[in-house]
C-alpha cells in the first residue's frame, strides 16, 4: 500500500515532505513570482532534491505570465516537454519562429526543441507545463540559447551557455511567496 504523502507549510504555501500520495490545491501550494518571468507553482518539486527525492520521472507547474513577459530563456532540454494554454494568450518562440497561441492549445516539444513563452494580450495567460525527468539525472539537461527573435521579447540567452547564472543574470533572483488572489482564473 502506498502511504499518503506528508505536506509542510514552509511559509510560503505547502510542499511535500515525504513520499506517497497526495492531494494539494494550486493555491495552497508554495508559489514562486519570478521579476520579470510572472510567477510560477512547481507542483513536482523546486528544487534538485524534491524532484528527485519525490517526483523522479515527471516535472509539472503552473506558470502565470503577465503580457510581456518571458516564462524562461530560450533553450533546449534533454527530456520531451509538453504545455497546455489554460487561460489567456501567448507567444511560443520555438526554432526560430514565433507562433499565437490562444487558450486551449497544446505545444508538444521533443527532446532538443529549443523554445520560451511570452505572455501577451491584455491579461496574464497561465500555461501547464509538463516534461520527463528519464534522462536529467545522466547530465546535461539541456541548453540556453541566444536567438534574435527571442531577444525582441526579452528570453533570449545573452549567449549560448549551460550556465544558468548568464542565462538569467538579467532577471532578479526568484523568491518564495504564497498565492496572490487573482493569479488563477475562477
Keep these: 500500500m502506498v502511504p499518503e504523502a506528508q505536506l509542510r ?13 497526495f492531494v494539494l490545491n494550486a493555491r495552497d501550494a508554495r508559489w514562486f513570482h519570478r521579476p520579470g518571468r510572472g510567477d510560477s ?5 523546486c528544487d534538485e532534491l524534491e524532484a528527485e527525492t519525490y517526483f523522479p520521472m515527471l516535472g509539472m507547474s503552473i506558470q502565470v505570465l503577465p503580457p510581456g513577459e518571458p516564462n524562461a530563456t530560450y ?4 527530456e520531451q516537454e509538453d504545455f497546455l494554454v489554460l487561460a489567456g494568450r501567448a507567444l511560443l518562440v520555438v526554432e526560430g519562429q514565433g507562433r499565437q497561441l490562444e487558450q486551449w492549445d497544446f505545444v508538444h516539444c521533443p ?10 494580450g491584455d491579461e496574464p495567460c497561465v500555461i501547464l507545463a509538463a ?5 536529467q539525472k545522466d547530465g546535461p539537461w539541456g541548453f540556453y540559447c541566444a536567438d534574435e527573435i ?6 533570449s540567452a545573452p549567449e ?11 532577471f532578479p533572483p526568484s523568491r518564495p511567496t504564497r498565492y496572490r488572489d487573482g493569479l488563477l482564473p475562477d
Design 9 to 21: 507549510d514552509d511559509g510560503a504555501g505547502l510542499a511535500p515532505a515525504s513520499a506517497g500520495w
Design 41 to 45: 507553482v512547481p507542483l513536482t518539486g
Design 75 to 78: 533553450h533546449w532540454e534533454t
Design 111 to 120: 527532446p532538443e526543441t529549443r523554445h520560451a513563452f511570452v505572455g501577451v
Design 131 to 135: 516534461s520527463s525527468r528519464q534522462f
Design 150 to 155: 527571442a531577444r525582441r521579447y526579452n528570453a
Design 160 to 170: 549560448d551557455t549551460q550556465d544558468g547564472d548568464v542565462a538569467y543574470g538579467r
